[in-house]
């Protein structure tokens, strides 16, 4: 299984960027998916997921209104839209999959394949 993610960049606060991650190895409709962000010294900790179980989403009470994930099943590609970008959306972005349901979104749980990153910073 390998995840190539790409989208990331350099954008002032109130715009925008759409990450993609191109899946292979993996039919996407069976697993959960989603991305994942971190930043030094903290934990890495899940932005927003697509359930295996019913396709349902989940988002971080930080991005609910501002950021949106879909799914293309034909390219194997998901994808994450953030609008109104913050500097505290700066982090290293991650898209993972793996088994189970992704209900909590957690990376520590249901979350094995991951991309190697993409850099989002948000600065003027």
């Known amino acids: 299984v390998q995840l190539q993610a790409s989208g990331g960049g350099l954008v002032q606060p109130g715009g925008s960027l759409r990450l993609s991650c191109e899946v292979s190895g993996f039919t996407l409709d069976y697993h959960p998916i989603g991305w994942f962000r971190q930043v030094p010294g903290k934990e890495r900790e899940g932005v927003s997921c697509?359930?295996?179980?019913?396709?349902?989403?989940y988002y971080s009470d930080s991005v609910k209104g501002r950021f949106t994930i879909f799914r293309d099943d034909v390219k194997n590609t998901v994808y994450l839209q953030m609008n109104s970008l913050k500097s505290e959306d700066t982090a290293i972005y991650y898209c993972?999959?793996?088994w189970g349901s992704g209900d909590r979104c957690l990376p520590t749980y249901d979350f094995y394949y991951w991309g190697q990153g993409t850099q989002v910073t948000v600065s003027s």
């Open positions: 993972a999959t793996g």
């Open positions: 697509i359930r295996s179980t019913d396709g349902s989403t």
